[in-house]
């Protein structure tokens, strides 16, 4: 039964696959409408936000914000809107105006990079974070920490997961870690990298949770076929793709990894297991994707991801009080800044000194 049921889901992920409309007419003027999902990213002159696929320079005012649903007019080339017009903006509202506010606060009480640290790693935001900071992210392979990205929900659940068993047992510690990555991505405004990767660390560490690792391999399969076959085009989405092979990996080769550094003294081995057993999977794809990998990200990894929940977990509770009373908030964010001090030492450290600018971009 079980090989006609296999059988079934793969002809329909190529039907549905099949069916994809690949796209706007070329060289068209077009209208479209859709919700800014992704931070818009402001230059001098313009600001650039990405729409249904289509990426496209507005003018900086009318102001377009993450969560705002815009109609856009302009010309397609190449998967991008040329000469783009903002139409109309109907302001995002409910988690998006949270959201905001929460980013407000952290900008008013620290300075930067740490605010924008701070938001990236919380909300996932890297609007209006310093350029020179955000290429230094990227050439250290640590910016996946500060985006809403797929491997940094993989990343946190496991961090999470690591530390929890030291305290309670490992299906306690599974349910938690999923509940803290459920709760990453409500922070987060529900962004849909996020989503797919939380509903497929779910089923696949909920599996693991009944001890079976055989249905977590499944499991993870089963959600990522049923996703396509929900969303057909996401099998072209490199988010998708990363947050697919980092929990695959991470299925696949942490205990491994594990198994080989088990001799090491270390404060952060378990850490480095995580994060080598997904970079086994991830780098050969970055490298192909970007044309460059840094060697050293699973070392700079170690070296500021035990930052992160720290940092989440203070930022969270600064975003929530902040919300009520917006005094104590700022006081309370001002604990995270000897870890976004730690954490901003390290990647202004070892790029520098190891790799300069060398290696170039990884996003």
């Known amino acids: 039964m079980r090989p006609i049921v296999y059988l079934l889901f793969l002809l329909l992920i190529i039907f549905r696959v099949a069916s994809i409309d690949y796209g706007y007419p070329e060289g068209k003027k077009i209208r479209v409408r859709g919700r ?57 509202g409910g988690l998006y105006v949270i959201r905001t506010k929460i980013i407000s606060l952290y900008r008013k009480s620290l300075p930067e990079p740490h605010a924008s640290l701070v938001s990236g790693i919380v909300l996932g935001s890297k609007s209006g974070m310093p350029a020179d900071f955000w290429e ?31 305290f309670t047992k490992r299906r306690n510690a599974i349910f938690i870690a999923l509940a803290g990555a459920w709760l990453y991505v409500i922070l987060s405004g529900f ?52 947050s697919f092979i980092a929990t695959l990996s991470l299925i696949l080769f942490e205990s491994k990894v594990s198994a080989l550094l088990s001799r090491i003294v270390f404060v952060f081995k378990k850490d480095l297991a995580t994060t080598i057993a997904a970079q086994i999977g991830v780098a050969p794809i970055l ?51 000897p870890f976004t001090a730690w954490f901003t030492s390290i990647i202004n450290l070892i790029p520098n000194l190891v790799f300069g600018n060398y290696l170039g971009q990884l996003g």
């Open 36 to 92: 800014v999902l992704t931070d818009p990213i402001t230059y001098d002159n313009s600001r650039f936000i990405k729409i249904n696929g289509l990426g496209a320079y507005v003018d900086l005012f009318p102001e377009v914000n993450y969560g705002d649903k815009v109609t856009l007019e302009g010309t397609v080339k190449e998967e991008k809107l040329l000469g783009a017009r903002v139409v109309s903006i109907d302001e995002g």
């Open 136 to 166: 230094k992210l990227k050439a250290s392979g640590t910016a996946h920490v500060v985006v809403a990205s797929g491997m940094n929900v993989t990343f946190v659940t496991s961090f999470m997961l690591n530390s929890l068993v030291h």
């Open 191 to 242: 962004d849909a990298p996020l989503v797919r990767a939380a509903i497929m660390g779910s089923i696949a560490f909920g599996a693991q949770a009944a001890g079976r690792l055989s249905e977590a391999f499944r499991a993870l399969l089963v959600s990522a076929a049923i996703m396509i076959i929900i969303s057909p085009e996401w099998i072209y989405d490199l988010g998708f793709i990363l």
């Open 287 to 337: 490298f192909i994707t970007f044309g460059s990998f840094n060697p050293l990200s699973p070392i700079v990894n170690v070296l500021i991801l035990w930052t992160i929940p720290l940092i989440m977990i203070i930022g969270a509770v600064a975003a929530i009080i902040g919300l009520v009373v917006p005094v104590l908030g700022q006081l309370i964010i001002y604990l995270a800044y």
